[in-house]
């Protein structure tokens, strides 16, 4: 069976936008999305026109800074300290990656953690890994919405994530091992992979690799989750090899229109999310 993104993100800004409705009348303003894009990268530039979308979709206010690549990083940097200071902005986000040249991590670090909606810091990863979430990477977090449809049980089971990223595989290993799943964490160095995969209940893959999970790797009845995103040829693949891998899973997510739907409304959910904490304070 399919899981498909794109229906569970529908209902998922559906209930959204009328929390946010509440948020308004109770609060007298809209919960507000920054984001900062650097560069002409044309898939950055989908993805943050997406995001803005998204914001007016659910009644949400954004904010959009662009700058050209080779802009001074201090002159970014103001513009992330003012939003951090600015009392009526609840969410910064800094679309990655940046064009060469700049310093990723000290301009991530300025925006404050509680304004950290992608759920990148240090400090919301380190909860996460506490099983004390806050604020939860947006699309491991979409991807446990998504799991959540199933029905099934995840207690117990075991689950394979391909990816240690900071943004997915991690947290992703985090959050299943929270629903008590037994977790196993593969990357490149990983030896005998198709071996541990095989005998996965639950497989993520997040590895940017068009098809690379083989039907030969997938036990029968598996849920298997495509996180990956490759264009190849012009089309977007994800890093299954959906047409094998279909018949032999219990449910699987296609690409496009699979984990990519739900990215962008968790990062709407958690911007809500900020601004209720910040008015409940
Ligand atoms: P990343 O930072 O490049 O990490 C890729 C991971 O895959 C690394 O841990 C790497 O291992 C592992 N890997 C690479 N080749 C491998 C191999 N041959 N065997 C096993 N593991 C291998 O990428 P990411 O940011 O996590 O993203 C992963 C994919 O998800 C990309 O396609 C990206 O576009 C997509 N993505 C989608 C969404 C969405 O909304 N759907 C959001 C974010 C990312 P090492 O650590 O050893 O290098």
């Known amino acids: ?51 803005i979308a998204g914001c007016a979709e659910v009644g949400m206010k954004s904010l959009h800074y662009e700058y050209a690549a080779g802009t001074p990083q201090a002159e970014i940097e103001k513009t992330v300290k003012d939003l951090a200071a600015d009392d009526t902005v609840d969410g910064i986000l800094v679309q990655l990656p940046l064009p060469k040249g700049y310093d990723e991590k000290s301009l991530l670090e300025l925006i404050p953690d509680e304004k950290d909606v992608d759920g990148f810091s240090p400090t919301n990863l380190g909860l996460l890994a506490m099983n004390r ?107 299954v090899d959906f047409e094998n891998v279909e018949k032999k899973a219990s449910f699987i997510t296609p690409v496009p229109g699979g984990v990519g739907p739900m990215t962008i409304t968790m990062l709407l959910a958690n911007t809500l999310q900020a601004a209720l904490a910040k008015a409940e304070k």
């Open 1 to 51: 069976m399919l899981i498909y993104g794109k229906a569970v993100s529908a209902d998922t800004r559906a209930q959204l936008k009328i929390k946010v409705a509440d948020f308004e009348k109770k609060y007298g303003r809209k919960p507000c999305l920054a984001v900062i894009i650097v560069g002409e990268d044309p898939a950055s530039q989908t993805y943050v026109r997406n995001k």
């Open 133 to 239: 979430p806050r604020t939860i990477s947006c699309t491991p977090f979409g991807v446990m919405k998504m799991l959540a449809t199933t029905g099934v049980d995840l207690k117990g089971k075991n689950a394979v994530v391909i990816g240690r990223s900071n943004t997915v595989g991690k947290p992703m290993a985090m959050l299943l091992l929270n629903a008590d799943c037994t977790v196993t964490v593969c990357h490149s160095k990983t030896e005998n992979l198709a071996e541990i995969t095989s005998k996965a209940d639950i497989l993520v893959a997040a590895i940017g690799r068009p098809k690379f999970v083989t039907a030969d790797m997938v036990k029968d009845g598996a849920i298997v989750i495509d996180v990956g995103i490759n264009r190849v040829d012009g089309k977007l693949v994800g890093d």
